[in-house]
Structure formats: C-alpha cells, structure tokens
C-alpha cells in the first residue's frame, strides 16, 4: 500500500474518532467517507490503471488509436448503451494517451465493460490480459468486488462528495465496506 493510500486511511480514521468524540448529534461524517474514498480510489488507479498505462507504453501501443475504436458486430446493445461504452473507451483513451486521471467512477464503468465475455474495443481485451497477470486484480472482475465497490461508490462517496449528509452509523458501515474485515474492498486488493 502506498505511503499516500496510508495517509488517507490515516486521516479517515483519525476524523472518525475525533467527530464521534464531539460529536453533539449533528455532525456530518462526509470528511471520513471522502478520505476511505481517496485511499480506495488511489490505490485502483496507482496499482492497476497507472502500471497497465505503463505496460502499453513499453509495448508502444499508447498512441495506436486502433486500439480504442469500438466494435459492436452483431452484439445487439441499445443506442443509450453503445453510447455508454463509448464514454467509457474515450475516456480510457484520454487517461492512457494524455495522461488524465481516472475517477472512481470512471474506473468502474471501465472494469464493469471488461467483465463481459465481448470486448468490444481492442483496449478492453488488453485490460483484460494485463489484469489476469496481476497478482491481485483477479478479484477487480469478480463480481461481489464489483457490487461492493458500486455500493460503496452509492451510498456512500457520492452523498459525501456533493450533498447529502452522512452519519456516524453510515460512515462506520463504510469504513467497514473499505477496510473493515479481510473481505473488505482495500484489503481485498492488497
């Protein structure tokens, strides 16, 4: 785990004791979910998305636009859908080509796009590959990762981040989601 995924996980939970302990009942917890959000965030984006972006550099594939054009075929999607990979590939293509960071959000979609049998862009079967050779991303496609990882992203980092308030018993649960047991999404991936 990196130093600053260590720094995150460091200042969740020291936020999350200190606002329990003064706590007078109206404290918004989102400060904590934001700073679990951060840590999961990074360590996805340093350990999977940033080495696979170096592995086709090394290949020299990054510029090749080849690998990012879509290929529907006879795989029946609907418009809203076919649109929907698309957004995810482009912006797959602006992390690995330009050098744009990935949100979480992002990085799901992405993964949520590699998991089905059809690969509709050359970039998502070379994903696919690298992936595999990783020691720990195996549990990125499986299926319970990617459900706890979108509730996660759900329920609690998107309230956090823009308008809802989050409670002691939300961010306990949440903290529980990223790092609570050896099952928990971080602890999954390290």
């Known amino acids: ?8 996980l460091s200042t969740g939970e020291i936020l999350l004791k200190e606002l329990e302990r003064l706590d007078d009942g109206n404290a918004d917890y989102a400060p904590v979910v ?5 840590a999961l965030e990074c ?6 998305f940033e080495t696979f972006r170096e592995s086709l550099r090394q290949d020299g594939l990054l510029a090749n636009e080849s690998i990012y054009q879509c290929d529907f075929g006879p795989i ?11 957004r995810s590939i482009s912006e797959l293509r602006i992390f690995l080509s ?16 590699v998991r089905h049998e059809a690969k509709l862009a050359p970039v998502l079967g070379m994903l696919v590959a690298y992936l595999r050779k990783h020691k720990k ?11 706890d990882w979108g509730r996660f992203i759900e329920s609690f980092r998107n309230g956090a981040a823009h308008s809802k308030s989050i409670t002691l018993e939300q961010a306990k649960e949440c903290r529980d989601l990223v790092l609570g047991n050896a099952r928990s999404l971080l602890r999954i991936l390290v």
């Open 1 to 8: 785990m990196g130093d600053d995924v260590k720094q995150f």
């Open 34 to 38: 934001i700073e679990y959000a951060k």
């Open 43 to 48: 360590h996805i984006h340093k350990e999977f």
């Open 137 to 147: 991303a195996a549990c990125l496609m499986e299926g319970e990762f990617i459900k």
């Open 76 to 86: 029946p999607l609907s418009p809203s859908e076919q649109r929907a990979v698309e």
């Open 98 to 113: 330009e050098n744009k960071p990935l949100t979480m959000g992002a990085m799901w979609h992405v993964l949520m796009r």
